[in-house]
């Protein structure tokens, strides 16, 4: 009795070791695969336009995702110019494979705050196949979907994963008058925003594998699927204006102090968005400097984010921060 208990106790460590270690290995191959990619990527600087449908044209520099028919979440969608633009100009060319969100709770909202262009946006999305959900909040995103263990985020979102999240000029609607107040009210819409995204990616980490959460099962899985532990490779991009009081978020600091790692950060290319209308929070009026004039970078992240030889060669090559 006493032998066999230790027996299974040897088990169970040498399986949580061989697990650790495989994620390590599986950590740092991601790594060089980010790296890789990445330089492919700067290789091919091809724009995605009505021209071009294939993976090979895509580029990470122009859209955050990585494929055109990626599985892809939007977050905090304005009059829902943007998931238009990207299925109008062939940057993505499976629309039943995109979930657009607004935090705004009804259509009649939406219509009151951006009367001209959101009933046509809507519309085209919907003949589309898209799926649009109204009442989503970046900040806890489980809750707002109304996911349960019986409902399951999958079932909810009807995918069987998500490749790229992306929150398009996150804002509250919150002035600048209070500096102080602002960069605090942004810095935790974002850092919920981080912890949120991070809880939905493990429920679909736990739906792949098979609903199989217990530790235990996790490392027996592990072993006898070859070293194959399945998990969602989520990629989140989050687009901001430079200068203040948006440097003052520390947004990259938030992000990578709450799970998620540095990847690169590009420029927002309004020239590659024409369709696209950037919309304030709360109403269509545009601001004083109009939006596509005003400097704006995306910043890609995921689990694992890239290593510093990928710094010390961006410094040398492009754009990217
Ligand atoms: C400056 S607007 C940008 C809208 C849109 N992404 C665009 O680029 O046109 C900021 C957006 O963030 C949304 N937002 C603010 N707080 C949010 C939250 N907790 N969850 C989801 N969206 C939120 C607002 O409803 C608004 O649509």
């Known amino acids: 009795m006493g032998r066999n208990s230790s027996k299974k106790g040897n088990l169970k460590s040498l399986l949580k070791k061989h697990t650790q270690d495989n994620k390590k290995k599986q950590g740092l191959q991601k790594k060089q695969e980010n790296i890789e990619n990445l330089q492919k990527q700067k290789k091919n600087k091809i724009t995605g336009n009505k021209n071009n449908t294939g993976e090979q044209q895509h580029n990470l520099l122009t859209v955050p995702f990585e494929t055109p028919e990626d599985i892809v979440l939007l977050i905090g969608e304005g009059d829902f110019s943007y998931t238009r633009c990207l299925i109008e100009s062939n940057y993505h060319t499976k629309p039943r494979n995109i979930i657009a969100t607004s935090y705004d709770n009804s259509l009649k909202e939406l219509n009151l705050k951006y009367p001209t262009t959101f009933k046509e946006n809507y519309d085209f999305l919907i003949s589309q196949g898209v799926k649009i959900m109204l009442g989503v909040d970046a900040t806890n995103l489980v809750k707002s979907l109304k996911v349960s263990k019986r409902t399951g985020i999958a079932k909810i979102l009807n995918v069987e994963k998500i490749d790229c999240i992306i929150f398009n000029f996150p804002h509250t609607g919150a ?9 605090q009210q942004h810095q935790n819409l974002l850092e919920n925003f981080a912890k949120s995204t991070k809880e939905v990616v ?15 099962s996790q490392s027996y899985m592990t072993v006898t699927n070859n070293n194959k532990t399945k998990s969602n490779n989520c990629r989140l991009a989050i687009s901001l204006f430079k200068g203040l009081p948006y440097d003052n978020w520390q947004l990259k600091k938030i992000m990578n102090t709450n799970g998620w790692k540095t990847v690169t950060t590009f420029k927002f290319d309004w020239e590659k968005f024409k369709e696209y209308q950037h919309r304030r929070t709360n109403s269509e009026m545009s601001t004083t400097k109009k939006f596509d004039e005003r400097e704006a970078r995306v910043h890609l992240f995921d689990k694992f984010g890239v290593t510093t030889k990928v710094k010390e060669q961006k410094s040398a090559e492009s754009d990217d921060e």
Do not use: E, P, Q, W
Not at 175 to 183: A, C, L
Not at 202 to 216: M, Q, R
């Open 202 to 216: 493990g429920l679909f980490d736990a739906y792949i594998n098979n609903k199989c959460t217990d530790s235990y």
């Open 175 to 183: 002035g600048i008058k209070d500096m102080d107040r602002n960069v």
